[in-house]
């Protein structure tokens, strides 16, 4: 996460933290996840077999 100077009230310095993932990154980690996930265990029906977040 990269915040200017008063771009976001909880930072009025700014912020450089690169521990912390963006939504974009949060959703591309847990498509990596899921997608994993659905090889691993096949059979497991709240993965959604066949199927990648957010592609129907």
């Known amino acids: 996460m990269h915040l200017k100077p008063n771009q976001h009230p909880n930072y009025p310095d700014g912020i450089a933290d690169d521990t912390h993932l ?6 591309v980690i847990a498509r990596i996840i899921c997608d ?3 090889k691993a265990i096949p059979d ?8 990648s977040m957010g592609q129907g």
């Open 36 to 38: 994993r996930l659905r």
């Open 44 to 51: 497991c029906p709240f993965l959604g077999v066949g199927k």
């Open 22 to 27: 963006n939504v974009e990154g949060a959703l």
